[in-house]
């Protein structure tokens, strides 16, 4: 591979991956009725708008769900697999394969979001206690608004014991279960691995 497929492999990967990531967080933070008003909800929104606003005006939502930014995060991956198939040289499969690579990436990803985002609000909340400051950071407030909706029913079911919050635990080990799951259901192999962002 010469160093102008590599390069832009590193560019497609980067700029897709960030740019899938924003669109996905937009969803997600839609389906969890996180403040709007955040000032980082108003920079997803700002940032995915310009892809998101033309789709929303042939793709209405319903009760809530984005439908429009769930099909630009497909296409965004449905480009960026083509694109990663193409620098890498390879030939590109059908459509149908593509749109299934692309789901199945998509939701990884969202997969991926929440595992990372838990972690985040565990260690700043860490933090924020140690620190002093009564007011949480923007970010973690979102974050917190993002992992509710996962972590209120596990919370639930498995109560804090001894002030210790084991529901991350049950989530880490279900989003473990859930990944293999997805891996042998659609028997991603390293190849696809290489062109799907958000494995």
């Known amino acids: 591979m010469d160093f102008m497929s590599s390069s832009g492999i590193t560019v497609v990967s980067t700029l897709g991956g960030i740019y899938l990531l924003m669109l996905l967080l937009r969803f ?3 389906i ?3 403040d709007f008003y955040n000032p980082l909800s108003q920079a997803i929104v700002r940032f995915t708008d310009p892809v998101v606003r033309p789709l929303r005006a042939l793709i209405p939502g319903y009760r809530g769900i984005d439908f429009a930014t769930l099909v630009a995060a497909l296409l965004v991956q449905v480009a960026a697999i083509y694109g990663l198939i193409a620098l890498y040289g390879a030939t590109s499969p059908p459509l149908s394969s593509l749109i299934t690579w692309a789901f199945v990436g ?3 990803f969202v997969i991926n979001i929440y595992y990372y985002a ?3 609000s565990i260690i700043m909340s860490f933090i924020m206690m140690f620190s ?5 950071h923007p970010m973690l407030q979102l974050v917190w608004q993002l992992t509710e909706p996962v972590m209120g029913p596990i919370r639930s079911i498995v109560p804090p014991m001894g002030g210790l919050d084991f529901s991350p635990i049950v989530i880490f080990l279900g989003i473990q279960l859930l990944q293999k799951f997805i891996y042998t259901t659609f028997g991603i ?3 696809m691995a290489a062109v799907i962002l958000g494995i």
């Open 106 to 108: 998509n939701l990884l």
């Open 118 to 120: 838990i972690i985040g």
């Open 28 to 30: 997600l933070l839609q």
């Open 32 to 34: 969890a009725r996180a």
């Open 132 to 136: 002093g400051n009564p007011t949480p």
């Open 189 to 191: 192999t390293t190849g």
